[in-house]
């Protein structure tokens, strides 16, 4: 039976920016989730608890950022730190500073940051530092652990409006300065809440994610053999057109399961395909239809070998439900 990590009528509740709770090596839950911390609506924490009994009990929630600011901190991504503990990155608007009154986006006065924070196998916070001090304002962050570190991914936001996907690397306690994974040099004014994400397995890698350009949705896939030093060129990922909201998952025979939300002909559908390093594809499937909007949040895929688990928000007699599916990949690659 579902356990709960934690409630509150405080939360912020997002349909993009979503809770997770991921597992350790040990066995130890880690939950995240959004409250606020003031009455502005961009003003919240993020919050974390663990559990080291399976779920039955958790600790207090505790805080990853130490600003104080009462900004936006969220699109939160967790992961096992090499050794034991736990790591994590998301974006923080402490740079943004809105004045009295001026709680919308649109009155931000700094930009959005990634930052990383640290905690040991007691607990103890060992880390909290600066990865890219202007990325875009609400894409959600994504971050795996290679043989050779932790590799994050976010959409950078540059001076001139341009938001391409980068990277940055943990190298000896110290992140990388972040790079393209390809210039795509998509300017837009505005956040499309569309981020990239990551999968890996030893040291390759593998990235998936959405770009606008010239007015065209398009999503794509590359494949890292260094453990996210370089990028092999991009491969579509969509067949005729796309509203994003990727997901990947490396395959152990190197491939990649990836999936995403075609809308061709006015409809939303998620989609899914194996790809191949080579840039080969195998034919699309269709997964499910969907909305096109916000109620369809951002699907998700999961894999064990061949298999591939599927899950999405669906609107079932009005109501918003969770739907999974399970399937294999097509093995014929075209």
Not at 1 to 12: L, M
Request: with cysteine; hydrophobic share 35%.
């Amino acid at each position: 039976a579902p356990r709960t990590v934690a409630s509150g009528t405080n939360w912020f509740v997002n349909w993009a920016d979503v809770p997770s709770v991921v597992r350790l090596a040990d066995g130890t839950l880690v939950g995240h989730w959004l409250q606020k911390s003031g009455p502005d609506t961009y003003a919240y924490d993020v919050r974390l608890s663990y559990s080291r009994d399976d779920g039955r009990t958790w600790s207090a929630s505790f805080s990853p950022h130490s600003d104080g600011t009462k900004t936006e901190h969220g699109f939160a991504s967790l992961f096992e730190m090499p050794g034991a503990g736990l790591g994590l990155i998301w974006l923080d608007g402490r740079g943004t500073k809105p004045g009295p009154g001026e709680g919308g986006h649109g009155a931000e006065r700094g930009a959005m940051s990634v930052r990383f924070a640290a905690f040991d196998s007691n607990w103890k916070q060992t880390a909290e530092a600066p990865i890219d001090l202007r990325v875009c304002d609400c894409c959600p962050t994504t971050a795996v652990v290679t043989a050779e570190g932790p590799v994050a991914a976010f959409r950078n936001r540059t001076d001139d409006e341009v938001r391409d996907i980068y990277v940055s690397r943990l190298e000896n306690g110290t992140w990388t300065g972040p790079a393209a994974v390809h210039v795509d040099d998509w300017a837009i004014n505005a956040c499309p809440v569309n981020g990239p994400m990551l999968s890996a397995r030893g040291r390759n890698v593998a990235i998936a994610w959405f770009t606008g350009k010239n007015e065209q949705g398009r999503a794509y896939v590359a494949f890292s053999h260094d453990a996210g030093r370089t990028f092999g060129a991009p491969i579509r990922l969509d067949d005729a057109g796309t509203l994003g909201r990727v997901d990947v998952e490396l395959m152990p025979n190197g491939s990649a399961a990836a999936s995403w939300i075609e809308l061709a002909d006015r409809r939303a559908q998620f989609r899914a395909r194996r790809i191949e390093p080579s840039g080969a594809r195998s034919a699309s499937i269709t997964v499910s239809t969907l909305s096109g909007g916000r109620a369809s949040g951002y699907p998700r895929i999961a894999s064990t070998d061949d298999e591939i688990v599927f899950a999405w928000t669906d609107s079932v007699d009005g109501r918003s439900q969770v739907q999974t599916a399970v399937t294999r990949l097509p093995r014929t690659i075209r």
